[in-house]
DNA sequence: CCATGTGAAAGTCTTCACAGCG
DNA sequence: CGCTGTGAAGACTTTCACATGG
């Protein structure tokens, strides 16, 4: 793990992993890179590219070893220890990624979930993560190991929201908030902008219209 | 709008656009590329690229218009339509996303979410969504002029379903399922894999600890 | 022989630096 | 003068092509 390692990288090491998950309960044993491209419709140099920052992790001749990759790349993602994680906003959009299956699916513990409505504090999601007041933030994410805030409040408070996550120690943020936000260089950031990716299609479908492509 | 403009572009074109919606309520006349780029931490050029791309949208001196450069950029992003989009999964990802008010904001008309359990169909979400039988997706989807398509299912029936949107005439899909989609070309597919974004944080938390940076 | 691992080439995106114009 | 628009440079990402080794 010496150099950098891009993000366009990690995240494709996450798709790996889902399907080396897959392929392992099929009972395959190996696959080449070239396997793994055709999934993905990606280039099977690319594949090996990123798996080489790690290591030799192939064999010549015969490809990857599924369980061995898939093991490798759990450690490398983090995958290894069932992260605890807590949601911000006990809105439509909180109580639902609370719930979300995948997040379970793949080792995350989904903890607590934080509002500041007095009468949703003290009330359950249908999964039975309990909601928080958020200022007992620190002190549930003290004692409950919480390292991942997802932020899924208006707009409006998210920064102040952001603010406090990282005051409570914090240090990795999903953002699902409109807008920019400012966090601290030690803090890792990642926003998924649902706005942005509807107007794309808008885009697209603006572009096939007026004769472009998009 | 003649040569091909990257997604990255339409990406932040989005934001702009956002952006000059808050300047102008404001009552801001004009704004520079380095303000735009102070405001989202990108470099000026960037942004004059971005814009450059779709004619001469500044002054030489001033900067842009707010209300001209919005105006410009919502149609070029097909915002001045109100499009109607359909939700496909009336789960709790689906029911959120159906009233997520971001999407009202920018312009959308949710118009329909689409289920196959048969208690759900016929009921409506918090905000009078309703949902209808997927098998109805061809008719409703017509009758309601439906162009762009959300799939908020489990993995399983992700496939399927997609394949179904593409059969009524949908080229724009926005899927929140895990794992890859096979669509005709003509038809734009944004997915957008949440337990991917959770895992990048995953990797940074652990790149951080073991002596990397992430 | 076969599939990995990897330099070199190609392609894409961003930043620099400055000419051009209101 | 100030800020846009843009060619050229730089940075980053992907693909090619092949040497390497089980």
Do not use: C, W
């Given at each position: ?206 572009s096939v219209e007026s004769g472009g492509?998009?």
């Amino acid at each position: 793990m010496r150099d950098e390692i891009s993000e366009h990288t990690t995240n494709r090491l996450s798709l790996y992993v889902r399907f080396l998950n897959e392929l392992d309960e099929k009972g395959v044993r190996t696959v080449s890179s070239s396997v793994l491209a055709g999934q993905f419709g990606l280039n099977a140099a690319l594949i090996r590219k990123d798996l080489a920052h790690f290591g030799d992790l192939g064999v010549r001749g015969v490809g990857y070893v599924v369980k061995d990759l898939r093991r490798e790349l759990q450690a490398i993602l983090g995958l290894d220890r069932k992260l605890a994680v807590s949601i911000i906003g006990a809105g439509n959009l909180g109580l639902a990624l609370a719930d979300y299956p995948g997040f379970r699916r793949e080792g995350f513990r989904i903890v607590a979930l934080f509002d500041t409505l007095r009468e949703k504090v003290g009330q359950e999601s249908r999964t039975g993560v309990r909601i928080y007041d958020i200022q007992e933030l620190r002190e549930v994410a003290h004692r409950e190991g919480i390292t991942i805030a997802v932020i899924a409040v208006p707009a409006a408070s998210a920064q102040q929201v952001v603010s406090t996550v990282v005051e409570a120690g914090i240090r990795a943020v999903l953002n699902f908030s409109p807008g920019a936000l400012r966090v601290p260089p030690d803090v890792k950031l990642k926003s998924v902008d649902l706005t942005v990716s509807l107007e794309s299609l808008s885009f697209y479908l603006a572009s096939v219209e007026s004769g472009g492509r998009g």
